[in-house]
């Protein structure tokens, strides 16, 4: 919330509660992708819970901002000479959250009459 004040806004505070518990999925998978040496764990991971958001009409700039939070929570808790690895994970990601991003068009404002041609009015 420090990262995109605007995050309070557009969401309302079940949508909030929803992201911050998903947080935890992140960290286990980061875990994972720090314990193996492998960031590869994390970008597979945002492939599959990318769905997720699509459909809870979570913008995937939104999911950027929270693993951006998440980097400045780990360089808290790891060890100094583990934050390479840590933000090659979560730059690995990033990357496919930004990828979904443009398949998704959240890299424009969507055309209000587009929009509601699209919904089969």
Request: aromatic fraction near 6%; charged fraction near 30%.
């Amino acid at each position: 919330m420090d990262i995109d004040p605007t995050l309070r806004d557009r969401h309302d505070d079940l949508v909030r509660e929803a992201l911050l518990a998903d947080l935890q999925a992140f960290v286990d998978r980061l875990a994972v992708a720090v314990a193996s040496g492998d960031p590869r764990a994390m970008a597979t991971f945002a492939d599959l819970v990318a769905v997720r958001y699509r459909k809870r009409k979570i913008a995937m700039d939104d999911v950027v901002t929270l693993c951006e939070g998440l980097r400045r929570a780990a360089a808290a808790a790891v060890q100094p000479d583990a934050q390479p690895a840590v933000d090659a994970a979560i730059d690995a990601g990033i990357a496919v959250f930004k990828w979904h991003r443009r398949l998704a068009g959240d890299a424009r404002k969507r055309n209000p009459l587009l929009a509601f041609i699209y919904k089969g009015a």
